[in-house]
Nanobody, 120 residues
């Protein structure tokens, strides 16, 4: 099971830290990705961290603003988002891949999502 938290309403230029907490499996073996779904669009990958802590940000727009990290002792992956823009708005989901790699090959489990809204 995956549970996301940390979303909310933030002004442009602000920051949020999302958390994805896992239970029920050996978390450290999995890669964890963050995906975003904006209204009217398909879900897209934002960032990913492998089981050996290699990180990937999928778009240039996020590379300097978003940082993904993990704390295996807490079974949690974080997404630190800085300098937020209105186009970052959407529902953010975390997903696991038992192959442990990034980019993720498959999605074994999903969280329920957390809403991020960037607006003044």
């Amino acid at each position: 099971q995956l549970v996301e938290s940390g979303g909310g309403l933030v002004q442009p230029g602000g920051s949020l830290r999302l958390s994805c907490t896992a239970s029920g499996f050996i978390f450290r073996h999995y890669s964890v990705g963050w995906l975003r779904q904006a209204p009217g669009t398909e879900r897209e990958g934002v960032s990913c961290i492998s089981n050996n802590n290699m990180t990937t940000n999928y778009a240039d727009a996020e590379k300097r603003r978003f940082t993904i990290s993990r704390d295996n002792a807490k079974n949690t992956v974080y997404l630190q988002m800085n300098s937020l823009r209105p186009e970052d708005t959407g529902v953010y989901y975390c997903a696991t891949d038992s192959l442990g790699v990034c980019p993720q090959v498959r999605y074994d489990d999903w969280g329920q999502g957390t809403q991020v809204t960037v607006a003044s």
